[in-house]
């Protein structure tokens, strides 16, 4: 077997699956997103090692400064896993199987599918992007208001630890055989499940757009943000954009298919979220400009 021939079949070689003991099975999938979240601690926590975290989070005590600021990230990053499970859960229940869970509340509450044989455990293989992201900005402007911290300002702290972990996020997917592209004829095609045709391993661009290249640009960026929230929103930009252009290789979900013929669910939520974050960008770069 030729190598170009190998790197064809490498989605149909991998096992999503690393170990399972009866019903229960351990995921690359569930590994990746362990990766993504240790990834966004020390990104964070290399960050405050060298200073650069928000001056809200400084306490006067010199002794106990960086411990209390890695104790305020370590918060930070709980409250917004929780935001990102339940905004998650609720953006795929809602924007895309509502029908479905209309009928099945159980499946929709509890990491359960129901079947003749009974209850049988799956996890949430069903969360969302767009809901997630959601969940995060809601949880963490709560979280900040009772910290009495910036929002804006932890955001943009946040933000490219974000993207950093976003990146296992694709991968697992690439891992757990789902959310393939759009059939091609292109060198990069690959073949997924039982497939007979090739297709783009969009999965894969999606870790390289949405995650290391935004990554990058927003790290490059960190300290040099003219107005606090720069750095997030040019995040939310990036990915909207980055987002719309990578649904165009990627398989249109089957719950909804292509919308009008033309646009992806995802790719609506992107424009909404691109005209969202770029709406906001320009009134408070305006709103700097002025002062």
């Given at each position: ?5 190998f790197?064809q079949?490498i ?11 009866g ?6 999938y569930s590994?990746?997103?362990?990766a993504?979240i240790l ?6 926590r ?8 928000p001056q ?9 400064e ?29 924007f ?5 869970y209309l ?7 509890l990491p359960?599918?129901?079947s003749?044989d009974g ?14 992201l959601l ?16 929002f804006w300002r932890?955001?943009d ?21 789902e ?25 894969l ?11 990058l640009?927003?790290?490059?960026i ?5 107005f606090?929230?720069q ?6 930009v990036?990915y909207?954009?980055?987002?719309y ?8 979900d089957?719950?909804?298919?292509l919308?009008?013929g033309?646009f992806s ?20 770069n ?6």
């Open positions: 077997m030729s190598m170009f021939s790197y079949h989605p149909q070689y991998l096992d999503p699956i690393i170990f399972s003991i019903s229960f099975a351990i995921r690359w590994l990746m997103y362990v993504g990834t966004a601690f020390f990104l964070l290399w960050r405050i090692g060298k200073g650069e975290a809200d989070f400084k306490i006067s005590n010199s002794k106990t960086k411990s209390g600021e890695l104790g305020i990230t370590l918060d930070i990053l709980l409250v917004g896993f929780w935001g990102m499970l339940f905004g998650g859960r609720l953006g795929y229940i809602l895309y199987n509502f029908p479905y009928q099945n509340p159980v499946e929709a509450l359960v599918a129901v003749g209850l049988r455990i799956t996890g949430y293989y069903g969360l969302s992007y767009h809901g997630a969940g995060v900005i809601a949880s963490g402007y709560v979280f900040s208001k009772i910290r009495k911290l910036d932890v955001a702290f946040v933000a490219p630890a974000a993207a950093g972990a976003y990146f296992f996020g694709r991968i697992g997917n690439f891992l757990n055989g959310l393939w592209g759009r059939e091609t004829n292109s060198f990069l095609g690959m073949y997924f499940g039982e497939d007979f045709f090739l297709r783009h391993p969009s999965q661009y999606e870790a390289f757009l949405e995650g290391l290249v935004l990554f640009l927003l790290w490059i960190r300290n040099k943000g003219r606090d929230g750095v997030f929103l040019v995040y939310i990036g909207a954009f980055f987002r252009v990578s649904e165009y290789f990627r398989s249109p089957w719950q909804s298919g919308i009008l033309i669910t995802g790719q609506l939520l992107s424009l909404c979220m691109l005209a969202g974050g770029s709406l906001l960008y320009f009134q408070k305006r709103k700097n400009a002025i002062i």
